[in-house]
């Protein structure tokens, strides 16, 4: 080592300059052979250091400049940054906030560049605890905020987040992504509470439809999948199985002026084997396709007449037997609703043709 400045009493002491062997060098006061008090310290790799010195260890306030151009104003203790500093880094990013052991450790804010902004808790340079991320839109505007707990630098725990004109969510989180249970407000006043899984609503959940629909039961990536109750504006109701968001597999629904439906659906229509009971006391059972009677069915009139037959695009159509509440029966082809070529019709043992008397 070389030293250059005030000695006492065969120590330096005073005004100094002392350049080490490996060429790092302080320039500054020294108080029986330590530094002491306001000195200069260039590091051997370009970090040059000012402030405050104590028994030889960097204590209180001072600033520390790094090659790359970031520069550090704050708060020392025992050679570490600890206690209140300011980071401005060479992009122009900047945090100013509490440091324990020469990492962002407590209260603090974090301004990007770009304008985005954390202000809240840290635990050893991550965002650890309470906090509030605020994401820039154009003129200086808040594109996207949230609101909560943070674990690791990640959104974690509970929290709200503001998606800008996408709406909002306030619920748990899960490594920056909804997971748990949350509610989100969308912009078009729907609403939906319950489980969520990687950002998707999973799980059970209900959704209320600003047009006046409600769906309530099981979720999965993000739609309506498995057993649920959809309940429509008009007072409609269907409770069973869904597939992507649609009725498919088997449901009931309830219509508001007393019909019901009870069998196997389709992407949303009534497909495959199902009883449909009419208010109005008709009741017709067998085959559909897309939400028209079509195949093999029974339909039963309030009259008492019963159709047993084929069906097409909801019309008697095709062979059928056709019994009328007086017991004479009708056998033969059908068309588009009526009688057709050629048939059987067997009177009624009832009827007046049977009579010997007639």
């Keep these: 080592m070389r030293y250059s400045g005030d000695i006492e009493n065969g120590l330096m002491h005073g005004q100094g300059e002392l350049t080490y062997t490996n060429g790092e060098k302080y320039i500054g006061i020294f108080d029986q052979g330590k530094r002491h008090g306001l000195g200069k310290f260039h590091h051997s790799d370009g970090r040059i250091h000012e402030g405050q010195w104590d028994a030889d260890r960097i204590h209180g306030p001072g600033s520390l400049i790094y090659p790359n151009g970031d520069k550090f104003e704050g708060l020392w203790d025992d050679n570490s940054i600890h206690g209140h500093g300011i980071l401005l880094n060479s992009q122009g990013d900047k945090y100013e906030g509490n440091w324990r052991d020469g990492l962002k450790h407590g209260q603090g804010v974090f301004t990007y560049s770009s304008g985005d902004r954390y202000e809240g808790l840290w635990e050893d340079n991550k965002r650890h605890g309470k906090g509030t991320v605020i994401y820039a839109g154009e003129n200086d505007t808040i594109y996207e905020k949230y609101e909560g707990d943070f674990a690791n630098d990640l959104m974690h725990g509970f929290g709200k987040y503001y998606y800008g004109d996408q709406g909002i969510y306030e619920g748990d989180w899960l490594n920056n992504r909804m997971s748990g249970t949350g509610t989100y407000y969308y912009p078009n006043d729907d609403v939906y509470i319950g489980s969520w899984v990687d950002d998707l609503k999973h799980g059970q959940g209900v959704m209320t439809y600003h047009d006046g629909k409600k769906y309530e039961g099981l979720w999965e990536n993000g739609m309506p ?12 109701v269907y409770e069973g199985q869904f597939v992507d968001g649609r009725r498919e ?9 007393g019909d019901k439906y009870e069998g196997d659906w389709s992407n949303d229509h009534q497909h495959g084997s199902g009883t449909f009971h009419y208010a109005d006391g008709t009741r017709y ?3 559909w396709s897309l939400g028209l009677r079509d195949g093999v069915g029974q339909l039963k009139n309030k009259d008492g007449s019963l159709y047993e037959g084929h069906f097409e695009k909801g019309i008697r159509s095709g062979d059928g037997v056709l019994t009328n509440p007086d017991g004479s029966v009708f056998k033969g082809a059908w068309k588009e609703g009526r009688p057709y070529g050629k048939g059987y019709f067997f009177l009624s043992p009832e009827s007046m043709w049977n009579r010997s008397d007639y």
Excluded: I, P, V
């Excluded at 597999?249 to 002026?257: A, H, P, R, V, Y």
């Design 285 to 287: 059972k067998g085959q």
């Design 225 to 236: 999948n498995g057993s649920g109750l959809l309940t429509f504006a008009n007072g409609d």
């Design 249 to 257: 597999g088997e449901g009931t629904m309830l219509f508001s002026n």
